[in-house]
């Protein structure tokens, strides 16, 4: 009945989901501590944080697999990463996905916690000993005191589960850190690594995909620099007019980003996980730019993979589409961007810039003086470059022990972390053709 295979895998996978994932979990609330480190800021203080639980595996001595939230509603986790479901059926755990405070529902302050000074409890310290807390205090809860835990995250929640076993060894056994970019993160990287390997995913797939982009964005250039804007309106059906150089870097902004979730959503199958995004992407974004033969109209229908993939859009609002923030790779949209934009002006390092050179996009530079020039005004804070590696080590693990540091080879975040082993407990696992933490879905 199914037109092809991936259509039919792709209404088996959500048929799955619903049936043995969804109904699984129960959503609760834990009673958090507010200021974990301040005792006179705010007493004994404290906010709900949400956190979802399925003991249908678990047998009482078996293991405890905590997946620390990140930067998202914690349903995004959960129904994103099968394989710890999976592994807990094997392994007869008990499962709990915390959620991030500052987001989701897990809001201190509600309405109000990313007004200044409130969002000042949003740190990678207190969300890190928020989950110390609950886990501590719900093994008490179910009697599961001797219960090994083993902690999983993606991304930036993958950072978190490093950080987890560097910090409270005593309440971590092992971590899994899927896609955790550890050193990128902590300012140890290479500004232009980030957009260079979102260039080679498409080089990978076809060098002339990768020549007709870079050729588009130069020919965006030219008519920008003539001020031919309504020649660009009417390319990219924008719903107005361009009429500034401020216009057009907000244009180049929402192209390359596109660009940036089709490398990290490479998956082999169509998803629905921040982005609508059809089997193989990076496959179809180059059939798509090679397919016509207005340069610019194929590059217009190829970010229209991300940003319309129902249709529903009959011209794009660039800044309500995408909105422009201290992370250069998205903070997405809404209050989730609110806090991952704070974070990134704080402890998390994202200086990446593209330049033309060694990538396909047009020379947008982000330097650590921007960085803070956008962060006082923004937020009233001045970044500090370094912390993270100070407080968590950066490169230099060689006393950590029981983490495994996975990577998909597809992934732009991958070499901002850990790709080869550094002890016989300290694990690189590379991942041939894996997208963004594909081994967690």
């Known amino acids: 009945k199914f037109r092809d295979l991936s259509t039919c895998i792709a209404l088996l996978s959500s048929y799955i989901t619903r049936k043995y994932h969804i109904a699984q979990f129960k959503e609760k609330y834990f009673t958090q501590i507010l200021d974990h480190f301040n005792y006179n800021s705010l007493g004994n203080g404290t906010y709900a944080q949400r956190y979802l639980i399925t003991d249908q595996y678990w047998k009482k001595d078996g293991p405890i697999f905590f997946y620390t939230g990140n930067e998202g509603d914690v349903w995004d986790f959960a129904l994103n990463s099968g394989f710890i479901l999976e592994l807990a059926a094997e392994q007869r755990a008990l499962v709990i ?238 209050f989730n961007s609110f806090a991952w934009d704070y974070q990134a002006c704080t402890e998390v390092e994202l200086c990446f810039e593209s330049n033309n050179v060694t990538d396909m996009f047009p020379p947008m530079p982000f330097t650590e003086s921007m960085r803070e020039q956008y962060c006082a005004k923004r937020w009233a804070v001045v970044p500090r470059p370094g912390w993270l590696k100070t407080q968590y080590w950066g490169d230099a693990l060689s006393t950590a022990s029981n983490i495994i540091f996975s990577n998909g080879d597809l992934d732009p975040w991958a070499n901002g972390g850990i790709r080869k082993s550094l002890s016989e407990s300290l694990i690189a696992i590379n991942i041939p053709e894996g997208a963004h933490h594909l081994d967690l879905r």
Do not use: W
């Open 97 to 334: 996905f915390a959620e991030h405070r500052y987001y989701g529902k897990s809001l201190p302050f509600g309405d109000e916690s990313f007004n200044i000074p409130n969002i000042g409890l949003l740190t990678v310290e207190q969300a890190l000993a928020d989950y110390a807390v609950m886990i501590t205090e719900l093994k008490k809860e179910l009697g599961a005191g001797k219960c090994p835990v083993i902690v999983f995250g993606g991304s930036y929640g993958g950072m978190l589960s490093v950080y987890m076993r560097i910090r409270y060894p005593n309440i971590v056994a092992g971590a899994l850190g899927a896609s955790a970019p550890i050193l990128s993160t902590a300012g140890m990287g290479n500004s232009g690594q980030f957009f260079r390997d979102v260039t080679a995913d498409f080089e990978n797939c076809s060098t002339a995909c990768k020549d007709a982009v870079r050729s588009a964005f130069q020919k965006l250039q030219a008519l920008a620099q003539q001020e031919d804007y309504a020649h660009i309106q009417s390319a990219f059906s924008l719903c107005k007019t361009p009429s500034s150089p401020k216009d057009i870097h907000q244009l180049n902004g929402f192209l390359r980003n596109a660009f940036t979730l089709l490398a990290m959503m490479d998956y082999p199958y169509k998803t629905s996980f921040m982005s609508d995004m059809p089997a193989f992407p990076v496959k179809v974004a180059c059939e798509t730019m090679l397919n016509g033969t207005d340069m610019l109209l194929a590059l217009r229908d190829t970010v229209g993979i991300v940003y319309n993939s129902t249709g529903e859009h009959a011209c794009y609002d660039l800044y309500s589409l995408y909105v422009e923030c201290a992370d250069p790779t998205g903070c997405g949209l809404g």
